[in-house]
């Protein structure tokens, strides 16, 4: 990707509000030449927050699909199949290398999985119809359990 020149029009700052892929590579190639002054700092750490705080937000959503399956799987048993074991399945790989690629995103691991407790059971009410008041208030599953591949609640 080719970098601004002095001569270019487009600030930085421009070229945020514009051409964000632009903006993004012009920034590393300013960054791997070593000119940290004409780095767009202010936009550049925004964009690092904003990466950790999805990599967060990807690791609730996916907890939150992977206890709302498993709450469907012990409580409609008459109801399981094999998209639901493949759900489950997916959920803890994808959990799985996202812990892999940021570790430090398992330091609060049980606080992340009460709150994907609290949107599962809001969404297993939504499909299933059966009041989320017949579920417990805490989370029903341990860590090691919702990533073992070997576990499914009865």
């Known amino acids: 990707m080719d970098t601004l020149t002095t001569n270019d029009t487009l600030t930085a700052r421009t070229l945020y509000e514009v051409d964000f892929y632009q903006w993004a590579f012009h920034n590393a190639d300013l960054l791997r030449q070593g000119r940290f002054a004409e780095i767009d700092i202010e936009n550049v750490v925004e964009e690092l927050e904003d990466m950790a705080r999805s990599n967060k937000r990807e690791l609730l959503n996916r907890l939150m699909v992977l206890i709302m399956h498993l709450l469907k799987w012990q409580y409609q048993p008459k109801r399981r199949c094999e998209s639901w074991r493949t759900t489950i399945g997916n959920q803890r790989i994808k959990i799985e290398n996202l812990l892999e690629d940021s570790p430090?995103?398992?330091?609060?691991?049980?606080?992340?999985?009460?709150?994907?407790?609290?949107?599962?059971?809001?969404?297993?009410?939504?499909?299933?119809?059966?009041?989320?008041?017949?579920?417990?208030?805490?989370?029903l599953y341990t860590f090691e359990q919702l990533m073992d591949y070997g576990f499914l609640p009865e």
């Open 104 to 139: 430090s995103l398992g330091h609060n691991i049980n606080t992340v999985i009460a709150k994907g407790f609290i949107a599962a059971k809001r969404m297993f009410e939504i499909e299933t119809r059966i009041s989320a008041k017949e579920l417990p208030e805490t989370c």
